[in-house]
């Protein structure tokens, strides 16, 4: 079924986005748009506010990465995320594991396709 | 994340007898994370403020502090139990695909329904949840669906989804109290209404209407008073019970949310017997006190998460102007 094709994909999508924004705040950090807009112009990973918003509330509870609010260059003040050092920790592991993926599914699919 | 009784409690605590409790409760929230069990966050919160109150009541040493958590069991073991117990969904769970689902939530031709009792904690995740962006959501007692005043507010740039860590929990106290005090001037209101107009009114009078503001159902005058009053008093009884039993600060809030808009409908109500009573043509007024019933409950939420998240610019913009930026 169709929705169940959808969720299935929608899952799976979950992991990685929690693996996107730890490669994202791994190079700075960024307040909660910044992270939408820039993880948003990646069409394949399918992210909107509604899916960042509740992975940030749950990361930060879990203490991987840490907010503030700080002055902003331009405006009012901003909620800014950053990477704790556990989440610098976890973003090792999951990279690594990551590649190991990768490099598993590129064989089978490769495989699979040719 | 402390709120005043913790820290005031920690106060009374040798250092090793407070990084006791403090590990205790870390292992248990870490315990809640590989169980998933999200919503335990707020029993465990209540459950370590009343261990430091407990505490507070004793020399506070290191024996103090492991006499009482012994009684509670390991903190895996805490964890687990409240994950068993808890059959709350989370925000983010589509209810199709909720494996803790039962025969009392669930869909029927299409219609969410929900006939657990209510609790505070669960009306307030579903009317105050900015990270959720769908406004409407599944109601949170019977069938059919209920705004949630939070994506509302985003959607309206009035916050954005992440303003507060943890809803309302910054708000000061003092600010906090408009979440009880608001009802109680809206049901004030009930009463001096029934104190002005419930002697001059006749043994019957209309409960009903029909869609062209014609009365179609009339009801002892006792009765016209009774049921608003009864539905003002339960609204407000509930958001003063939050208080009584120390709720964090969302089921506090939306308690007083929805007792405001409770004690709005019943001055609709009640109101509009009054003005047929009177001859007055027309659904005028239960119309407009229907409309305060939805606005004055989400001008309380937004206001007081803005003064949260005013809050918590102070403590960041403070901390960091003391030590630099980070």
Redesign the interface.
């Known amino acids: 079924m169709a929705t169940d094709n959808d ?1 299935r994909l929608s899952q799976f999508r979950k992991g990685v986005v929690e693996l996107a924004i730890f490669a994202l705040l791994h190079h700075g950090e960024a307040y ?2 910044e992270i939408v807009e820039r993880l948003g112009s990646h069409p394949g990973l399918a992210i ?3 899916t960042v ?2 992975l ?3 990361l ?3 203490g991987l990465i840490d ?5 902003s260059p331009v405006g009012p ?1 901003r ?1 800014y995320y ?1 990477l704790t050092a556990s989440g610098d920790i976890e973003l090792a592991s999951m990279a690594t594991a990551w590649d190991g993926v990768t490099d598993a599914m590129d064989e089978l699919l490769g495989k699979g396709t040719s | 994340m402390m709120n005043t009784a913790q820290e005031r409690a920690d106060s009374m605590l040798t250092p090793e007898a407070a990084a006791l409790v403090e590990t205790y409760f870390s292992r248990v ?1 870490g315990a809640l ?1 590989v169980a998933a069990a ?1 919503e335990c ?1 707020e029993a465990v919160d209540d459950l370590r403020t009343h261990v430091l109150e407990a505490l507070a009541g004793s020399a506070g040493t290191s024996d103090d502090v492991t006499r009482i958590l012994a009684e509670l069991g390991t903190p895996e073991a805490l964890a687990a139990q409240c994950a068993d117990s808890s059959d709350e969904l989370s ?2 769970d ?1 209810p199709s ?1 909720d494996e803790r689902r039962t025969v009392l939530v669930g869909r029927v031709l299409g219609l969410p329904y929900d006939w657990r009792v209510p609790t505070a904690s669960r009306v307030a995740r579903r009317w105050w949840d ?5 406004i409407v959501v599944a109601r949170v007692f019977g069938i059919g669906w209920t705004v949630n005043y939070g994506a509302l507010a985003v959607r309206l740039g009035l916050v ?4 507060e ?1 943890v809803p309302f929990e910054q708000v000061p106290r003092r600010w906090l109290a408009a979440a009880l005090v608001l009802p109680l001037v809206v049901t004030a209101g009930l009463i001096v209404l029934f104190a002005l107009f419930q002697a001059g009114l006749p043994d019957q009078v209309a409960t009903h209407y029909a869609p062209d503001g014609s009365a179609d159902g009339f009801s002892s005058k006792g009765v016209a008073l009774l049921l608003p009053a009864a539905v003002a008093l339960f609204g407000v009884a509930m958001a003063a019970w939050t208080w009584v039993r120390k709720r964090p600060a969302l089921p506090r809030v939306a308690a007083g949310a929805l007792a405001t808009m409770l004690a709005g409908v019943s001055i609709g109500i009640y109101g509009q017997s009054v003005a047929q009573a009177h001859g007055t043509p027309g659904l005028t007024i239960l119309l407009s006190a229907l409309a305060g019933a939805i606005v004055l409950p989400f001008l309380l939420l937004v206001i007081l998460s803005r003064v949260g998240r005013a809050a ?2 102070r ?3 403070k ?2 102007s003391k030590k630099g ?2």
Not at chain 1, 67 to 71: M, V
Not at chain 2, 130 to 134: A, K, S, T
Not at chain 2, 160 to 163: A, I, N, S, Y
Request: aromatic letters at 4%; glycine letters at 8%.
């Open positions: 969720s909660g748009g909107s506010a509604g918003y509740p940030l509330s749950r930060k509870k879990a907010s503030a609010w700080r002055e003040p909620k950053r | 929230h994370l999200g966050e925000s983010d589509v695909h900015p990270l959720n962006p769908q954005r989804p992440d303003d860590d918590e610019q403590r960041d913009l901390a960091a930026s980070v």
